[in-house]
T-cell receptor
Framework: GENVEQHPSTLSVQEGDSAVIKCTYS??????FPWYKQELGKRPQLIID?????GEKKDQRIAVTLNKTAKHFSLHITETQPEDSAVYFC?????????????FGKGTHLIIQP | KAGVTQTPRYLIKTRGQQVTLSCSPI?????VSWYQQTPGQGLQFLFE???????NKGNFPGRFSGRQFSNSRSEMNVSTLELGDSALYLC????????????FGPGTRLTVT
């Protein structure tokens, strides 16, 4: 089945700097790559996603890039703010049969230092 | 539009007991997926239901089961609870089975003692 690796597990950046979180996946059939943000004690929230026919997608301070050849995708957050502090999860989805749910990375705890 | 809701929010059970968790999807969403979240294993897919049928199942033992009703509400059952079943159980809904965007409920925190 699909396997998703996520790095780093913890990332500390100064407020205003950029943060980058990277994920790799194993199944070349995966075609959907969402990112979720989970604040302490809250539900995961979908913040951005990308499909395999697109290389990059941007939404204000957040962007995601996808390299299908290398099977990796990354989340970029610019001009980080205190409210960006949370755990971020990447995921990949293989269409079709089998376990058709999302396969998640282990998460990155992003800490924004004031 | 109301989001995904889950009940109860917290549960404490004893080893060997069974438990039933409930999930109501976003209005108009017909597919419900369940995930288990633990510090060690992260978020793991349990199963997906659409039109009252289980479409897919993750790598969990048969003690984990579920069902979906005609109004798209779903329940998840865990029998013969083990300490390792302590986790946050999240359900997510999407409009149709196998579609992409999934929206999570707040979860049920299950503690097994």
């Amino acid at each position: 089945g699909e396997n998703v690796e996520q790095h780093p597990s913890t990332l500390s950046v100064q407020e205003g700097d950029s943060a980058v979180i990277k994920c790799t996946y194993s199944d070349s059939a995966s075609n959907y790559f969402p990112w979720y943000k989970q604040e302490l004690g809250k539900r995961p929230q979908l913040i951005i996603d990308i499909r395999s026919n697109v290389g990059e997608k941007k939404d204000q301070r957040i962007a995601v890039t996808l390299n299908k050849t290398a099977k990796h995708f990354s989340l970029h957050i610019t001009e980080t703010q205190p409210e960006d502090s949370a755990v971020y999860f990447c995921a990949a989805k293989v269409p079709g049969g089998g376990a058709d749910g999302l396969t998640f990375g282990k998460g990155t705890h992003l800490i924004i230092q004031p | 539009k109301a989001g995904v809701t889950q009940t109860p929010r917290y549960l404490i059970k004893t080893r060997g007991q069974q438990v039933t968790l409930s999930c109501s999807p976003i209005s108009g969403h017909r597919s419900v997926s369940w995930y288990q979240q633990t510090p060690g294993q992260g978020l793991q897919f349990l199963f997906e239901y659409f039109s009252e049928t289980q479409r897919n199942k993750g790598n969990f033992p048969g003690r984990f089961s579920g069902r979906q009703f005609s109004n798209s509400r779903s329940e998840m059952n865990v029998s013969t609870l083990e300490l390792g079943d302590s986790a946050l159980y999240l359900c997510a809904s999407n409009k149709v089975a196998g579609s992409y965007e999934q929206y999570f409920g707040p979860g049920t925190r299950l503690t097994v003692t």
